[in-house]
């Protein structure tokens, strides 16, 4: 962190984390066999915010002798930002149908090959290849067993963000200040 001077301020976070959980589900017997990463477990979380009061300006070291209507223009402007990147969330891989195949849970496939892709999308970010079909990662487990894919084993793509913004200070009077705004997202 550092706090306002010299016209800005700055703070960035970093989080490094795992965390593990029991989903919960159907398996009051066995509560570990449905333990894996969090629904919510991002690994990784970088976020920086940056506040500048833009030096122009009567005052400011440019421009500082500028005239009260040139001021009015280029003086009391401010710029913002916030940036935050995450990695993908974890996720479960199931199948249409799996009720037929038993009546317990969890409906997980077997792997059975590579699920990552070589250049994962937005569209397409694990093999998604049905199950059955030839190149699939994936089969459906024999009639009343688990399948082998563990709980939340495939992370989905990152996330990040921008957002900006630039504000226009006009002093009204003595003690009044009028803001414009414009944001970006």
Same mark, same amino acid.
């Given at each position: ?133 030839? %190149?699939?990662?994936?089969? *459906?487990?024999? $009639?009343?067993? !688990?399948? #082998?894919?563990?709980?939340? =084993?495939? &992370? %989905?793509?990152?996330?990040? *963000?921008?957002? $900006?913004?630039? !504000?226009? #200070?006009?002093?009204?009077? =003595?003690? &009044? ?9």
């Amino acid at each position: 962190t550092k706090r306002q001077s010299n016209g800005y301020s700055a703070q960035l976070g970093y989080t490094l984390q795992k965390a593990q959980q029991q989903g919960g589900d159907y398996f009051f017997w066995d509560p570990e066999r449905d333990e894996g990463p969090a629904d919510w477990d991002r690994t990784h979380v970088f976020t920086a915010a940056v506040a500048t009061l833009l030096p122009i300006g009567k005052g400011q070291r440019f421009m500082g002798d500028a005239s009260t209507v040139a001021d009015a223009f280029v003086g009391g402007w401010q710029f913002n930002s916030n940036l935050v990147i995450q990695s993908g969330i974890p996720f479960n891989v199931t199948y249409r149908g799996a009720g037929a195949d038993r009546d317990v849970n969890p409906n997980r496939p077997n792997v059975i090959g590579d699920f990552d892709v070589d250049n994962p999308s937005r569209d397409r970010w694990f093999n998604a290849t049905p199950i059955g079909s030839s %190149g699939s990662a994936f089969e *459906r487990p024999a $009639a009343g067993t !688990f399948g #082998n894919l563990e709980r939340n =084993a495939l &992370r %989905g793509p990152s996330y990040w *963000r921008v957002d $900006a913004s630039l !504000f226009k #200070n006009f002093s009204i009077g =003595a003690n &009044r200040t009028l803001q414009a705004r414009f944001e970006a997202t």
